[in-house]
């Protein structure tokens, strides 16, 4: 069972540059967040998603794209890597609006530094 | 503003001691509480969640204390073992602004079991 699946799991990028970083999901889960850490700042959201088709902006959206086309994936897009976005993403999901309670589960993180 | 404060930054217990971790928040309309455990290079797990209209709830050697009047959250861990080691993180949600997928998470607290 391997739940939500981040790729990849380190990437070095120059200012500028573009990248999608992967998250997959075989759980069925509705509902898709993406999260990033930063020392002494715990996990702040960034875009989440209620099903396919739907995104919405969290807490520190800027320099973030994402979409949703089908319920396993929820890519994060990167347009034009900026140093500030040097940090470690999560992905997460959980079940939906039939177990609003349910707890979200955390893929294994993305670490990404921009020089 | 952090509406979800962990002004522990660390912890260390003895193991077979308890430990408590504690968490305070500032949004009266949080209703949902989580705790999660986080090792190095991995992402966060869950640990144990209370909804607002508990004061306490129990898991094996976990229990989480919920005072909504100071709006403080505990976590305690008896007894303590030396796997309990990593960064322990609160969390907050609304169901106004949509438990399952928006997560308002503290800063963590480190805690450390010696033997």
């Known amino acids: 069972n391997a739940g939500v699946t981040q790729t990849p799991k380190f990437q070095v990028l120059k200012t500028g540059q573009s990248m999608t970083l992967q998250c997959a999901q075989d759980m069925n889960h509705e509902y898709m967040s993406w999260y990033r850490q930063d020392p002494g700042m715990g996990l702040r959201l960034i875009h989440y998603s209620v099903g396919a088709g739907i995104t919405d902006q969290g807490e520190v959206p800027n320099g973030y794209n994402v979409s949703r086309s089908t319920t396993e994936d929820f890519p994060l897009r990167l347009l034009s890597a900026a140093p500030s976005q040097t940090s470690v993403y999560f992905c997460?999901?959980?079940?939906?609006?039939?177990?609003?309670?349910?707890?979200?589960?955390f893929g294994d993180g993305t670490r990404l530094s921009i020089l | 503003d952090q509406q979800v404060k962990q002004n522990s930054p660390s912890l260390s217990v003895q193991e077979g001691r308890i430990s408590i971790l504690n968490c305070d928040y500032t949004n009266s309309m949080f209703d949902y509480f989580l705790w999660y455990k986080k090792y190095p290079a991995e992402g966060p797990t869950f640990l144990i969640s209370?909804?607002?209209?508990?004061d306490k709830n129990e898991d094996g050697r976990f229990t989480v204390f919920l005072n909504k009047s100071a709006k403080h959250l505990s976590l305690h861990i008896v007894p303590s073992q030396p796997g309990d080691s990593a960064v322990y993180f609160c969390a907050a949600s609304s169901a106004l602004t949509g438990t399952a997928s928006k997560l308002t998470f503290g800063t963590g607290t480190r805690l450390q079991v010696t033997l």
């Open positions: 209370i909804s607002s209209i508990k």
């Open positions: 997460a999901s959980n079940p939906g609006r039939w177990a609003l309670n349910q707890p979200q589960h």
